[in-house]
């Protein structure tokens, strides 16, 4: 049975999915009974991607992308409703 502190060791390599299926399942299954490695695990989630996030280094490559679309879009969109040929 996975302990605490077991989990602990291995949290990053299940929140990265390196753990063996049955790694995974035992992780699965102390989390399903222990609230504090919710929590925990949660936690290591959380900052997890946040580092991924500024680290990838196109951080918010997809972020721009979807803005230049939406104000393209809305360009576009009050073009057509003003009439403007462009
Ligand atoms: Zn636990």
Redesign the pocket.
Known sequence: ML??RD?AVIASDYIDGELTGRQNLSVKM??M??K??RT?IGNLRASTELMQAHSSGHPNEDLLRRIDQQVAEALRTRKSRSGDQE
Request: with cysteine; hydrophobic share 60%.
């Open positions: 302990m605490c989990l102390h989390l009974m222990c504090a490695c925990f």
